[in-house]
Nanobody, 115 residues
Framework: QVQLVESGGGLVQPGGSLRLTCAYSGSSFRMYGLKWYRQAPGKQRDLVAAISSSGSTNYADSVKGRFTISRDNAKNTVYLQMNSLKPEDTGIYYC?????????WGQGTQVTVSS
């Protein structure tokens, strides 16, 4: 059974940085596409960044140039480096893993950008 555990969230001032980590437990990590989603209060969960099993990446327009998604297949971990944070980046960040018909979610980590 696959489990995803996010960490690294917290309170940061506008312009600051955070690195989120998602630790994956289970088999076949390198086969999974991995994504980070964000859910702001009262809003739907939106895709922020994605990385395929081959390492290709995609980003929401709102975070391009500021966020970087990466994966370490040796450590079964996916990261989201967030720079130049803005108040509108506030929300719960969820890690997602998908391969064929298997889809898994983490429990989320809160990111608050405020002065």
């Amino acid at each position: 059974q696959v489990q995803l555990v996010e960490s690294g969230g917290g309170l940061v001032q506008p312009g600051g940085s955070l690195r989120l980590t998602c630790a994956y437990s289970g088999s076949s990590f390198r086969m999974y596409g991995l994504k980070w989603y964000r859910q702001a209060p009262g809003k739907q969960r939106d895709l922020v960044a994605a990385i395929s099993s081959s390492g290709s990446t995609n980003y929401a327009d709102s975070v391009k140039g500021r966020f970087t998604i990466s994966r370490d297949n040796a450590k079964n971990t996916v990261y989201l480096q967030m720079n130049s944070l803005k108040p509108e980046d506030t929300g719960i960040y969820y890690c997602n893993a998908e391969w064929l018909r298997s889809v898994y979610w983490g429990q989320g980590t809160q990111v608050t950008v405020s002065s």
